[in-house]
């Protein structure tokens, strides 16, 4: 995540403000720029092309800044979501909040990277739409299904979260980790193709084994013996469609996270002096994380990032990278 600043008065802002807190701006994201920019009063927002944006129309739903195309529509971000908690769900509304901020500066890092974001609108096939339901409502099942993606908002609620975490034996479950997760699966799907096929096998394994059967063997028997070594968590050991997920969801944990360090002056390694993604893991990554852990244990808070990465998952890294490289334009 970039910093951003009032072009009004210059003071720093944070992704998520509506309004310039030093000098009273109304503020909105532009995709195409990039950047958080001025609106006037009314909501309005002229680029230097002379094109009018307007701050969407979701502002006071689920506090999104973005603009958008038209006088009271909706803006990319809020496009993508195809169905969320009802009107009269006052709960899931709140927790709607929160996971729309997630799915924001998913999106943000998607852009980044220059992977391509098609909506469902764009393309009903290949295209990404997500479903942002309320478990509190109704039994919802966190996956990903060609391109529909399912997250469940009541996982917004850390006391929630926190108990499923538990349940499940994870190191570490976020809101943010389950949108990079499950878009991990999206994009093996449209990635993964031809003669990347046999490479993916290789390091993940042979993604046409039963699913059902290896979620059944996974929460009867656990994770294999050994698996620290090879395999990031103990999830990613369940098939080799999680084991992918996981590794591509760490991929924009590690990104995201160093390119933050390096604009707020962390790590004065610049991210694109490197050529390969692993060394990147190796030179700056790891000794990151162990100081930024060790931060978190000097406020008495958990570790941040509760992760080893052993060899292999170095390569299923690079191997993520790649993908992303090519993919983007």
């Known amino acids: 995540m970039k910093a951003y600043n009032c072009r009004a008065c210059d003071r720093p802002l944070y992704f998520e403000n509506s309004v310039c807190v030093s000098c009273g701006t109304g503020l909105g994201y532009s995709r195409a720029e990039r950047a958080i920019v001025p609106v006037e009063k009314t909501g309005r927002y002229v680029d230097s092309d002379g094109l009018v944006w307007w701050v969407c129309r979701n502002l006071n739903l689920s506090g999104c800044t973005w603009l958008a195309e038209l006088k009271g529509g909706a803006c990319f971000s809020c496009s993508l979501t195809r169905t969320r908690p009802a009107d009269s769900d006052l709960a899931g509304l709140a927790a709607f909040h929160q996971a729309e901020q997630a799915k924001r500066r998913l999106v943000v ?39 529909i993606i399912t997250i469940d908002v009541a996982e ?4 929630l979260r926190e108990k499923v975490r538990i349940r499940l034996d994870e190191p570490y479950r976020t809101m ?19 003669d990347l096929i046999g490479r993916c096998r290789d390091l993940f394994g042979d993604e046409s084994a039963d699913y ?13 013996a050994g698996w620290k070594k090879e395999f990031l968590s103990t ?10 997920a996981e590794t591509f969801a760490h ?12 604009v707020y002056g962390l790590t004065t390694v610049d991210p694109s002096a490197f050529s390969l993604f692993r060394d990147l893991v190796v030179g700056v990554w790891i000794p990151l994380s162990a100081a930024l852990n060790q931060i978190n244990r000097s406020m008495g808070r958990d570790d941040l990032y ?24």
């Open 306 to 329: 509760p992760f080893v990465i052993p060899r292999p998952v170095l390569d299923k890294l690079e191997f993520v990278a790649g993908l992303v490289t090519s993919a983007s334009p």
């Open 156 to 159: 917004t609620d850390d006391a």
């Open 235 to 244: 999830y990613a050991t369940m098939h080799p469609f999680e084991d992918f």
């Open 109 to 147: 890092e998607l852009d980044a990277r220059g992977l391509p974001v098609v909506s469902r609108a764009e393309d009903p096939v290949n295209g990404l739409a997500f479903d942002l339901l309320n478990g509190g409502k109704e039994k919802v099942v966190i996956g990903h299904d060609e391109g």
């Open 176 to 194: 943010l980790g389950h949108f990079r997760h499950e878009i991990g699966h999206y994009y093996e799907w449209q990635l993964v193709r031809g």
């Open 251 to 262: 991929y924009l944990h590690i990104s995201d996270t160093i390119e933050t360090a390096a």
């Open 212 to 224: 059902s059967e290896a979620i059944e063997r996974h929460y009867a028997d656990g994770p294999p």
